[in-house]
């Protein structure tokens, strides 16, 4: 005969935590058995997904387009006389939102105030609030606050772009990038310099003013809000981006860098840079007063608008690189889209022309390498490595539904000779590459274009530009 188990007495005190207990156990254990059926991606996804994805697209959510976009432009009166050329480039009257925010009133020169520029607004005097006579930096951060303040009540407001009288804006790639964010969250967007001691000197934590940067509306409003604050607590900062980045991260912000953002810190020649883009669609260009013109025979203003000609054809391919081969002449095509081209004398993989060639400067003395933001190719004048460059000259369509971009030789190579280890064929007989892409929009990240040379006339080629095969390889 089995004995029953002796009774086990508990006190009534410790019935209720002993329940408490296995209650807690048991929730415990069934939380964990879930949480390790479940894959890895599926618990970090909200935090490893990149680039982010498009906000949900709702009946009272309607995709981001240039309506949604105001920009605050900051400049002085006395530089807008020559500057207004590179705003007015880009600027389209009645359609884009924004104003130039100037130091002064504008001289009787400057009016009547022209429909080709933005309106214009004075900025706020600061001189009593942070008292001093000095307050360039306080002035440019507090333009936030004043384009804020004009449109501050527009339902329609996703966006605030600010940049310099000098900044050069792509604005439908602008527009097409931000739909993949979602203007209700916090976002500050912007880009570093492409001098390395720049992001050292003040901080690899902002965005660079004069490129532009982007804050989504909620960003902006609290910003704004807290703007007198804000200017009090870094009244000591002599650096306007370096002013904005703090007073943004003490909201929990921080940048969210693009490669399509060019601040330009850059001097002299910059067509290397310009030729080989990192594979982002361009959004802005910044310090053009600083560097030569981008074009040879053109001035600065000239070159501008000859480069937005381009764009004003398909933002989205601008500086894009294309790279194919003619492999009976041993040639290879670098392709920058409405900007330049390139024949090299030997046959060369894509991995090494994305690489720009040192044509430039740095912004400031650098006393050692590295001197950039990115590898560079220093200039050669070994005939299998020094290019033929020709520069882009006319855009039209064709019936065939493509445009048409023309490039013609910008200088005689010579005095090098031609590449024998790439079979001594020389290109010094191309005076004209002619380059045919789709005449639809490509803002694919992804992967690059290639191209197929479609014929070979003595003094001219023709190119076309095409999705690569899903096993091509540009070598």
């Given at each position: 005969?089995?004995?029953?188990?002796?009774?086990?007495?508990?006190?009534?005190?410790m019935?209720?935590?002993?329940?408490?207990?296995?209650?807690?156990?048991?929730?415990?254990?069934?939380?964990?058995?879930?949480?390790?059926?479940?894959?890895?991606?599926?618990?970090f996804?909200?935090?490893?997904?990149?680039?982010?994805?498009?906000?949900?697209?709702t009946?009272?959510?309607?995709?981001?387009?240039?309506?949604?976009?105001?920009?605050?432009?900051?400049?002085?009166?006395?530089?807008?006389?020559?500057?207004?050329?590179?705003?007015?480039?880009?600027?389209?009257?009645?359609?884009?939102r924004?104003?130039?925010?100037?130091?002064?009133?504008?001289?009787?020169?400057?009016?009547?105030?022209?429909?080709?520029?933005?309106?214009?607004?004075?900025?706020?005097?600061?001189?009593?609030?942070?008292?001093?006579?000095?307050?360039?930096?306080?002035?440019?951060?507090?333009?936030?606050?004043?384009?804020?303040?004009?449109?501050?009540?527009?339902?329609?407001?996703?966006?605030?772009?600010m940049?310099?009288?000098?900044?050069?804006?792509?604005?439908?790639?602008?527009?097409?990038?931000?739909?993949?964010?979602?203007?209700?969250?916090?976002?500050?967007?912007?880009?570093?310099?492409?001098?390395?001691?720049?992001?050292?000197?003040?901080?690899?934590?902002?965005?660079?003013?004069?490129?532009?940067?982007?804050?989504?509306?909620?960003?902006?409003?609290?910003?704004?809000?807290?703007?007198?604050?804000?200017?009090?607590?870094?009244?000591?900062?002599k650096?306007?981006?370096?002013?904005?980045?703090?007073?943004?991260?003490?909201?929990?912000?921080?940048?969210?860098?693009?490669?399509?953002?060019?601040?330009?810190?850059?001097?002299g020649?910059?067509?290397?840079?310009?030729?080989?883009?990192?594979?982002?669609?361009?959004?802005?260009?910044?310090?053009?007063?600083?560097?030569?013109?981008?074009?040879?025979?053109?001035?600065?203003?000239?070159?501008?608008?000859?480069?937005?000609?381009?764009?004003?054809?398909?933002?989205?391919?601008?500086?894009?690189?294309?790279?194919?081969?003619?492999?009976?002449?041993?040639?290879?095509?670098?392709?920058?889209?409405?900007?330049?081209?390139?024949?090299?004398?030997?046959?060369?993989?894509?991995?090494?022309?994305?690489?720009?060639?040192?044509?430039?400067?740095?912004?400031?003395?650098?006393?050692?390498?590295?001197?950039?933001?990115?590898?560079?190719?220093?200039?050669?004048?070994?005939?299998?490595?020094?290019?033929h460059?020709f520069?882009?000259?006319?855009?039209?369509?064709?019936?065939?539904?493509?445009?048409?971009?023309?490039?013609?030789?910008?200088?005689?190579?010579?005095?090098?000779?031609?590449?024998?280890?790439?079979?001594?064929?020389?290109?010094?007989?191309?005076?004209?590459?002619?380059?045919?892409?789709?005449?639809?929009?490509?803002?694919?990240?992804?992967?690059?274009?290639?191209?197929?040379?479609?014929?070979?006339?003595?003094?001219?080629?023709?190119?076309?530009?095409?999705?690569?095969?899903?096993?091509?390889?540009?070598?």
């Open positions: 005969m089995i004995k029953p188990s002796p009774k086990i007495d508990i006190p009534g005190g019935r209720k935590p002993l329940f408490l207990a296995a209650l807690l156990f048991t929730f415990t254990y069934l939380f964990l058995f879930n949480f390790y059926q479940r894959r890895p991606s599926d618990v996804s909200s935090y490893l997904t990149w680039p982010p994805s498009s906000p949900p697209q009946s009272s959510i309607s995709p981001t387009n240039l309506s949604h976009l105001v920009f605050g432009l900051v400049g002085s009166e006395r530089a807008w006389r020559h500057r207004k050329a590179y705003i007015e480039s880009w600027w389209r009257p009645n359609i884009t924004g104003f130039i925010f100037l130091d002064k009133a504008p001289g009787q020169d400057l009016l009547p105030w022209p429909e080709s520029s933005p309106p214009y607004r004075i900025s706020d005097d600061l001189s009593k609030f942070l008292g001093k006579s000095e307050w360039t930096a306080q002035r440019i951060i507090h333009g936030i606050m004043e384009t804020f303040r004009e449109d501050r009540d527009d339902e329609n407001l996703r966006w605030l772009v940049g310099d009288d000098d900044s050069i804006f792509f604005v439908d790639n602008m527009v097409e990038i931000l739909r993949r964010y979602d203007h209700r969250k916090y976002y500050y967007i912007g880009g570093h310099s492409e001098f390395i001691l720049s992001n050292y000197w003040y901080s690899f934590s902002q965005g660079f003013g004069g490129a532009g940067f982007i804050l989504s509306y909620p960003l902006a409003k609290v910003l704004a809000g807290d703007m007198e604050n804000c200017l009090d607590r870094y009244r000591s900062l650096a306007a981006d370096l002013n904005t980045m703090s007073c943004i991260a003490d909201i929990g912000v921080s940048l969210t860098a693009l490669d399509g953002i060019h601040q330009i810190d850059l001097r020649d910059i067509s290397g840079f310009l030729s080989a883009h990192p594979k982002f669609p361009l959004m802005s260009l910044h310090h053009f007063d600083m560097v030569d013109p981008i074009f040879p025979g053109k001035n600065r203003a000239d070159a501008t608008r000859h480069l937005m000609k381009a764009a004003a054809t398909d933002q989205s391919r601008m500086l894009q690189q294309a790279v194919c081969h003619l492999r009976r002449n041993g040639w290879t095509f670098s392709i920058s889209w409405g900007y330049s081209a390139q024949i090299y004398e030997r046959i060369m993989p894509r991995s090494y022309l994305q690489y720009p060639i040192e044509t430039f400067r740095t912004w400031n003395r650098s006393p050692r390498p590295p001197h950039y933001m990115f590898n560079t190719r220093r200039r050669s004048g070994d005939p299998c490595e020094a290019p460059v520069f882009y000259e006319t855009i039209d369509g064709t019936s065939e539904n493509q445009i048409l971009t023309s490039f013609s030789r910008a200088w005689a190579r010579g005095g090098i000779g031609s590449c024998v280890s790439g079979g001594n064929h020389s290109a010094d007989s191309v005076s004209r590459i002619r380059v045919y892409s789709p005449a639809v929009k490509r803002f694919q990240i992804d992967r690059c274009e290639c191209c197929d040379v479609v014929a070979e006339d003595g003094d001219r080629v023709d190119l076309v530009l095409r999705e690569c095969n899903p096993d091509e390889i540009i070598a």
